[in-house]
C-alpha cells in the first residue's frame, strides 16, 4: 500500500481503520484543505464552489463565529450542570424566533439526537407508539430514528410501529390538491395502526421533504395534515434540520410556510455554522409527562462554547438578514435554471424555494427517473469545479443547497458550470 498514490493510499487504509459504512463523495474522492465563504481549495489551491454544504450557511470559516468559539475557549467551557448565562441568553433568542406557544428549549448535538427525544417526548406526552413518516424521510441515526429513517434503505429494520406515507412528488402525482392528498394518506395510516393495535402518537416531517427529492410544494399545503394529525389525537414533529435557519427565504422556520403551529420543532446543522449543537423546541404542555419521570443530560450540549457559537450565529443571520439572501439568490437561480430547462430536456421539473432547488433529471420527453445520467452529470460538474448532490427515491434529483451567503456572481457561476457540463455530456455521447 505504500506503493499507492498518496489519495489511493488514503482511501484503502480509510476503508481499514474506519470501516466498510463510511462512504466518499465522488468516484475520485476530493480532498480539502480550506473553505472560505462559498469556495472550497484542495491542498493544490484549485478552487472549487459550494452548492452542497447547508451547515456552513454563513460562510466557511466564518469570522464571527471563530472569534466567539475562541473567546469562550479562553474563558471556559463546561456544560448545563452549573449556571452559565450563556445558554439563557441564546435559548431566549433562539424562542423569539418562533410563534409564544413553542417556549421551551433542549439542547442536544445532532439532529439525530434531537429527532430522537422529539419522539421520545411525543410518545410521553400522548401514551402513543405509532409515528408517520415519509416513505424517502431521513430522520437521523439512532436506533429510533433510524427506524423511523426509510431512506436508509431496505436492509434496514424499520420501526414496527412506524406507518409510512407516499413522497408528496407535485411533479408526477398530477393533482393539484397535494394537501388534502396526503392528509387522506395519513387517515389511511392512521386506520392501519388501529387495525393493528398501535396507539397513534404523531408525524414527523421535513416540511421541504429534502430526502424525498425536495418538494416544499405550495404555501399553506401542510396545513390539512396537521389537522387530520390533531384530530386524531397525534403530536406534529417538525424536522427543521434542513428547512430552518432562514434556508426557505420565504419564512425563517419552514413550517411557517404553511401558517401551521408544531407540537415540537427539532433544528441542527446550521445552528451553529459548523460546530456541533442541535435543539428541540416544544410546547411547554407537551413536555410535562416527559420531563416529570426522565431526567436529561447530554455531555456535550448546550456547553458554553456551543452556545456562544450558535449565538454568533444566529445573531450574525439576523445582521446580514441571510434569510433575504436566500430568497432572492433562490428565485435568481430557480429561474435561470428554468431557462436552461428549455434548452435541455434532461431537466425536466425545476422546484425549490429558497436555496434549496431540486431538478429532476429525467429521459428526455418522459418524467422518467434517469440515476445514470444524474451520476454522470454531479461528476462533470465536479471536474468543472461545483459540488452539488443527489437525492430523492430515484436517486436522480440535483440536490442544490449552497451555504445562505451564496452571491449573484455564485449563482452565474453555478448555471455556467451547469451549462458547460450539459454540453460536454451531450459532445462525449456523440
Ligand atoms: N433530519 C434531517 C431532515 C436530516 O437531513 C438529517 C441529516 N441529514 C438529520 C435529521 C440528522 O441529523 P444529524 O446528521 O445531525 O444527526
Known amino acids: ?27 475520485e474522492p476530493l480532498d480539502f484543505e480550506e473553505g472560505h465563504g462559498t469556495k472550497l481549495y484542495t491542498p493544490d489551491g484549485t478552487e472549487y464552489l459550494d452548492a452542497y454544504n447547508n ?22 467551557n463546561t456544560h448545563t450542570r452549573y449556571l452559565n448565562q450563556n445558554i439563557l441568553n441564546y435559548a431566549e433568542d433562539l424562542l423569539a424566533t418562533f410563534p409564544k406557544e413553542l417556549n421551551r428549549v433542549m439542547f442536544m448535538l445532532s439532529g439525530s439526537e434531537a429527532n430522537d427525544l422529539a419522539v421520545r417526548v411525543a410518545k410521553a406526552a400522548t401514551g402513543g407508539e405509532g409515528i408517520i413518516v415519509t416513505a424517502e424521510a431521513y430522520h437521523g441515526n439512532t436506533a429510533l430514528v433510524t427506524g423511523l429513517s426509510p431512506a ?7 420501526d414496527i410501529s412506524m406507518r409510512m406515507i407516499p413522497t408528496p412528488d407535485t411533479y408526477r402525482l398530477g393533482t393539484d390538491d397535494i394537501g388534502n392528498w396526503m392528509a387522506a394518506q395519513v387517515e389511511k395510516q392512521i386506520a392501519d395502526m388501529q387495525r393493528h393495535g398501535i396507539k397513534f402518537a404523531g408525524i414527523m416531517l421535513d416540511s421541504i421533504f429534502s430526502s424525498d427529492g425536495i418538494f416544499p410544494g405550495k404555501k399553506g399545503l401542510l396545513k390539512p395534515v396537521i389537522d387530520m394529525v390533531h384530530k386524531h389525537g397525534g403530536v406534529y414533529i417538525a424536522d427543521e434540520v434542513q428547512p430552518g435557519f432562514g434556508r426557505t427565504g420565504e419564512t425563517f422556520w419552514g413550517f411557517q410556510r404553511h401558517g401551521i403551529v408544531p407540537d415540537l420543532v427539532t433544528m441542527g446543522k446550521p445552528m451553529a455554522n459548523g460546530i456541533a449543537c442541535s435543539a428541540l423546541v416544544a410546547k411547554s404542555d407537551l413536555l410535562k409527562e416527559f420531563s416529570k419521570n426522565t431526567p436529561y443530560f447530554n455531555t456535550f450540549a ?21 434569510q433575504k439572501n436566500s430568497l432572492d439568490r433562490g428565485k435568481e437561480l430557480a429561474s435561470k435554471l428554468r431557462d436552461l430547462a428549455k434548452k435541455y430536456p434532461v431537466l425536466g421539473d425545476v422546484r425549490g424555494v429558497g436555496l434549496y432547488i431540486g431538478v429532476d433529471i429525467v429521459k428526455p420527453g418522459t418524467k422518467e427517473a434517469d440515476y445514470n445520467y444524474a451520476v454522470r452529470l454531479i461528476e462533470t460538474m465536479r471536474e468543472n469545479h461545483v459540488l452539488l448532490s443527489l437525492c430523492g427515491p430515484h436517486g436522480n434529483v440535483l440536490k442544490i443547497r449552497p451555504p445562505l451567503v451564496f452571491s449573484k456572481e455564485d449563482v452565474i457561476r453555478f448555471v455556467d458550470m451547469l451549462e458547460k457540463s450539459l454540453d460536454e455530456m451531450e459532445n462525449k455521447k456523440e
Request: proline share 6%.
Open 152 to 158: 436508509i434503505g431496505s436492509d434496514v429494520p424499520m
Open 1 to 27: 500500500i505504500d506503493k499507492l498514490p498518496p489519495k489511493l493510499k488514503a482511501m484503502v487504509k480509510r476503508r481499514k481503520i474506519l470501516g466498510g459504512s463510511y462512504r466518499l463523495f465522488y468516484k
Open 302 to 322: 448546550g456547553s458554553p462554547v456551543a452556545m456562544a457559537a450558535a449565538q454568533a450565529t444566529l445573531d450574525t443571520m439576523k445582521k446580514d438578514n441571510t
Open 55 to 76: 451547515i456552513p450557511s454563513l460562510g466557511h470559516s466564518r469570522r464571527e463565529i471563530q472569534e466567539a468559539v475562541s473567546k469562550q475557549l479562553n474563558k471556559i
